[in-house]
C-alpha cells in the first residue's frame, strides 16, 4: 500500500470497504466499535511472512491473500499490521456468492491453484489509486473479488461434486447481461435471480468460457456505446448522454473503460464513424 494509502481512513469498493492503516492498525478498538454485524476479513499480504491463528499453524506467505472470521481476526491482529492489506466483507455479500465461506477460513490462497494465483495478482495491484482513479467502477472491482473467492472455494472442494450446469447457462447468462447492461445499477444477484438460479451457479457458468461477469458488462456497455457513437440517429447526442445511455454514470469512467477497450476515445470514435459515412 503506498504511503498516500495509509493516511485514509477507509475506502468503499461499491459494499466492500478497505481499511487503510492509520485508521484500522492504529486503533484497533476504534475499528472494532465502528464495524456492526457479522463480517469477515480478506487479508493480502504485502509483508513479511507471518503465522496465522488457529491449531494448524500455517503460514500466509508474501503475495497471499486469507478470509478470517472476526474471531480469528482478533487473535491475528495484534503487532501484525506491517505490510497487510485489510478487506472489510459483508456477510451476506460473501454468502450470495461462496455457498460456505468456512470452507476458505484461515486457508492461505496458495499459488498451486490457478484461481487463487489470479485472486493474488489482482489483490497485489489494488490501490488507494486504482480504486478512485482507474478505468473500472469500485462497484466491478468489487464484483470481481467476490468471483475470485467464489472460484477459489469451489476449486478447493472438488471432491464435493456441484450440481451440472445447463449446457447453453453460460450463453443465457451472457445474453441477459447484454439486454440490461444499460441499467447503471444491474448487480451480479439480479442476473442470476432473474435466470432463476444462484449467483455461485451464475459465476461457475462464466469461469467455463473463463468469462468474468465485471468484464462482460463492461465490454456489453462499450458494445452498446459504440453502436450508438457510429449511428447518424446519435450524432447530435453528446457522448456524456451516449454513456449514460449504455450504463455509465459517470462520463469520465465511461471514456477510461472505452480508451482501454478500444484505444480511442468515445469522441473519436464518433468523429472517425462520422468521417466513414460522410
Excluded at 504511503?3 to 472494532?32: K, R, V, Y
Excluded at 513479511?48 to 478470509?67: C, F, H, K
Excluded at 449467483?199 to 465490454?219: C, I, N, P, V
Aim: glycine share 8%; charged share 20%.
Amino acid at each position: 500500500m503506498s504511503t498516500t494509502d495509509a493516511h485514509l481512513a477507509s475506502i468503499a469498493l461499491g459494499p466492500l470497504t478497505l481499511e487503510c492503516d492509520t485508521a484500522f492498525w492504529g486503533g484497533i478498538g476504534d475499528t472494532a466499535d465502528r464495524l456492526s454485524g457479522d463480517v469477515y476479513h480478506l487479508l493480502f499480504n504485502h509483508g513479511i511472512p507471518r503465522l496465522l491463528p488457529g491449531p494448524a499453524q500455517r503460514t500466509l506467505n508474501t503475495g497471499e491473500a486469507v478470509v478470517l472470521d472476526e474471531q480469528m481476526f482478533a487473535h491475528f491482529a495484534l503487532g501484525q499490521s506491517a505490510g497487510i492489506m485489510h478487506w472489510l466483507l459483508p456477510n451476506e455479500w460473501l454468502h450470495e456468492r461462496v455457498a460456505s465461506p468456512r470452507q476458505l477460513l484461515g486457508e492461505p490462497m496458495r499459488d498451486q491453484s490457478r484461481w487463487a494465483a489470479a485472486l493474488n495478482a489482482f489483490l497485489a495491484q489494488l490501490s488507494g489509486e486504482v480504486i478512485h482513479s482507474g478505468p473500472v467502477a469500485p462497484a466491478i472491482l468489487a464484483a470481481q473479488i467476490g468471483t475470485l473467492l467464489a472460484l477459489v472455494a469451489e476449486a478447493n472442494h472438488r471432491d464435493v461434486s456441484p450440481t451440472p450446469l445447463a449446457a447453453d447457462l453460460g450463453d443465457r447468462v451472457k445474453a441477459s447481461i447484454l439486454e440490461r447492461c444499460s441499467d447503471p445499477g444491474i448487480t451480479a444477484p439480479a442476473i442470476a435471480s432473474s435466470l432463476g438460479i444462484s449467483a455461485r451457479t451464475m459465476h461457475r457458468a462464466l469461469a467455463k468460457s473463463e468469462d468474468t461477469f465485471g468484464g462482460l458488462l463492461m465490454e456489453s456497455r462499450i458494445h452498446l456505446a459504440e453502436r450508438m457513437l457510429g449511428s447518424p440517429n446519435f450524432r447530435h447526442v453528446s457522448v456524456a448522454e451516449i454513456g449514460k445511455r449504455a450504463g455509465f454514470k459517470d462520463p469520465s469512467h465511461f471514456t477510461k473503460v472505452f480508451r482501454r477497450l478500444r484505444s480511442v476515445s468515445p469522441a473519436e470514435a464518433q468523429r472517425l464513424a462520422g468521417e466513414g459515412s460522410g
